[in-house]
């Protein structure tokens, strides 16, 4: 076991994961058989490793936590704190910052309660990461660096102290204290210098010229700027300083005036950094880039680079919303499997219910049988409850991550209309300018030159407008048809409570299937913006047969499709119709005393619109609304209002949806006719 082991070790080591894995799920099986309760936790520490490595996050933090119950059942103390340091970091990387704070938190009191020094150094540096760079809590991270300083100092562990003064001086240059960043700083290059170690001494230099930028005092900067870029050529395996320090460099001859030395620092850094592309670095060092060829009037280059910029942000969200994606599936998947085995006890119960129903029955105990069948049409009622919350879970997480997709686009959008906007500006004073530098003849060749530029951008900034236009409607019908669902949703439930609290259980199991069926249809057709005629108004008819249930069958309704509309290939966008309905029912015909009657008709318009006709012969809407207010019920309807805005969405204009009020022969009050003319396409 521990020969493989050490095997598994030397492979993560070479960066072998895959060899590495193999080796401690092997060792895993040996401590299993050997119950040797110290070594499986080890190893599943180890697997953790490996899963974090491949961003497997979710499967990293599951063996973390196994590692982490084993030891403290063995209470194993110092393994208990550096389970929690481990699982902060994977909690980090999940983006749940909160939560990576409490167990950094608990991991330090853990270690300190065993004398750890450096596992209680390591925890508060970790701490004063989260409060600065995630949880942007700056007092709290300066409080976090002090400690980590002072126990430094207590504990006499003197060579890491030049890190800490770094990192405590970046929090002081956030809070715009710069006496305080100058002077920890300065600290942190003495203590660098003192222990030899030039990665920090780059560091801290590129730092110290960065915040003399700041300070608005380039030459002192340069100063430091360029002995930062020096060292970091010489240092092997940290290119990443290699940029980072051109980068800066660049910044410094920028505000020297030095235009053609700002272009190559800035081009330098962007093509060492080419095989870390898509990182957050590499991100600054290309915006970098884009602005000083902008300050340098290379206008073409500012442009492309600006777009590089707004296609790495992309890239970067991307892979954010996979992590995110991937969390919800786990937490949905949990929830689906403790589902199943309440499903199973409850049908063993189920079952055990059967039997002494029939005992009962051969007993000649009628009342004793007839309540058993009642405890199992409420564990069946149950079951199916359990089942549409597990649904609207599902569908939950889904709009939370639509939400998420529909943020990240806005936000590229409105980037990429500020960097062209200013790059357009910038490039249109410069023409400006030169214009009024030539001659007269020059001058009216390159005004003609302009003239035609602008012509040129202007069309090309028209099309990108209408693109954007375009997504911009696009995702505002898409959250409007994903407010659809809830707003049904929430009706049907208060439905259902209302049968149950009535004891009317035959009927509310009745409806609850009906609407288990439907939901189902929804979530169906909810994952596309267009489905088939034919979908839509089975959808429909299972709502109105749910509606009669409720209402005793006080309507009839009627669907008259016209023979030239080919209903499985013509295409509509989903909910559509039903809100429509529902108004007529609640507030046409509910008021009624007479049986009422909705007819639906529809037909073709043209090649892409249909013509659709929902007629009611309800009391009006003058009399509905006289009826609300006597009733206190000043509410709109919600569902009415979002379709109407999907339509106008669709449509491109509301005007193609009208309500008319009905009369009879002494104009009276004689019902609603809606008409509706909605876009379609072809299947």
Not at 308 to 320: G, L, R
Not at 587 to 614: Q, R, Y
Request: hydrophobic letters at 40%; aromatic letters at 10%.
């Amino acid at each position: 076991m521990q020969a493989i082991n050490t095997e598994g070790i030397i492979f993560l080591d070479q960066k072998k994961d895959s060899v590495a894995e193999v080796k401690f799920n092997h060792a895993l099986k040996y401590a299993v058989l050997l119950n040797n309760k110290q070594e499986e936790a080890r190893l599943y520490n180890n697997l953790s490793v490996i899963y974090k490595r491949k961003l497997e996050l979710a499967k990293a933090l599951e063996l973390s936590e196994k590692s982490l119950q084993i030891k403290k059942a063995l209470s194993d103390t110092l393994g208990i704190a550096y389970s929690y340091y481990g699982m902060a970091n994977i909690l980090t990387d999940l983006g749940k910052y909160d939560d990576a704070l409490k167990y950094t938190i608990d991991a330090a009191k853990y270690f300190e309660l065993k004398n750890e020094q450096k596992g209680l150094l390591a925890a508060y540096s970790v701490m004063g990461s989260l409060y600065f760079r995630y949880l942007k809590i700056n007092k709290q991270a300066i409080a976090a660096y002090h400690q980590s300083i002072a126990l430094n100092i207590k504990f006499g562990i003197k060579n890491n102290l030049d890190i800490v003064y770094n990192n405590l001086a970046n929090v002081y240059k956030a809070e715009q204290q710069m006496d305080s960043a100058l002077f920890y700083y300065e600290l942190a290059y003495q203590k660098a210098v003192e222990f030899e170690n030039s990665t920090i001494i780059t560091l801290v230099e590129n730092n110290l010229a960065d915040l003399y930028l700041k300070l608005d005092k380039p030459q002192q900067s340069y100063k430091y700027a360029i002995a930062a870029f020096q060292k970091s050529i010489k240092q092997e395996g940290a290119k990443i300083n290699i940029f980072s320090t051109a980068s800066t460099l660049s910044k410094v001859y920028l505000a020297l005036g030095m235009a053609d030395s700002a272009y190559y620092y800035a081009k330098y850094s962007y093509n060492e950094g080419l095989e870390n592309k898509y990182s957050e670095h590499y991100l600054k060092y290309v915006h970098n880039l884009a602005d000083v060829c902008k300050k340098t009037n290379k206008f073409n280059e500012a442009v492309d680079y600006y777009n590089e910029v707004i296609a790495i942000s992309d890239s970067i969200s991307s892979k954010e919303r996979v992590i995110y994606a991937t969390e919800l599936n786990t937490k949905y998947e949990t929830a689906k499997k403790e589902n199943e085995i309440t499903k199973l006890n409850s049908d063993k119960k189920i079952q055990q219910l059967q039997l002494e129903k029939q005992k009962a029955l051969l007993a000649g105990n009628v009342l004793e049988a007839k309540q058993k069948q009642q405890e199992i049409n409420l564990l069946n009622q149950q079951q199916q409850i359990q089942e549409l919350k597990l649904t609207q879970q599902r569908e939950a997480l889904a709009l939370k991550e639509l939400e998420s997709q529909t943020k990240d686009r806005q936000l590229k959008i409105t980037e990429q209309e500020k960097e062209l906007k200013e790059a357009e500006l910038t490039q249109q004073r410069f023409s400006k300018n030169l214009i009024l530098a030539g001659a007269f003849v020059l001058l009216a060749f390159a005004g003609l030159g302009f003239n035609l530029y602008r012509i040129n951008t202007k069309r090309k900034n028209e099309r990108e407008k209408f693109q954007l236009q375009n997504q911009l409607s696009e995702m505002r019908l898409e959250a409007l048809r994903s407010q659809m669902n809830p707003h049904f949703i929430f009706n049907a439930l208060n439905s259902i409570n209302r049968y149950i609290i009535r004891s009317d259980r035959e009927t509310a199991s009745e409806y609850l299937i009906k609407f288990s069926k439907l939901m189902r249809l929804i979530l169906e057709n909810s994952k596309s913006s267009f489905i088939p005629l034919a979908n839509e108004l089975e959808a429909l008819k299972l709502y109105v047969e749910m509606e009669l249930l409720r209402f005793d069958n006080k309507f009839d309704f009627n669907i008259n499709i016209a023979s030239d509309v080919l209903q499985e290939k013509t295409q509509i966008p989903p909910m559509v119709l039903q809100p429509f309905i529902e108004n007529a029912i609640w507030h046409g015909l509910m008021n009624k005393k007479e049986k009422g009657t909705i007819t639906v008709s529809v037909e073709s318009k043209s090649v892409d619109k249909l013509f659709v006709v929902i007629e009611d012969n309800g009391v009006g809407r003058q009399k509905a609304g006289e009826q609300r207010s006597q009733h206190a019920n000043t509410g709109k309807s919600f569902g009415m209002q979002i379709t109407r805005d999907r339509l106008a969405g669709i449509n491109g204009t509301d005007k193609q949806f009208r309500i008319i009020d009905l009369t009879d022969n002494n104009n009276n009050p004689a019902g609603t006719r809606v008409e509706l003319e909605i876009t379609t396409i072809a299947a």
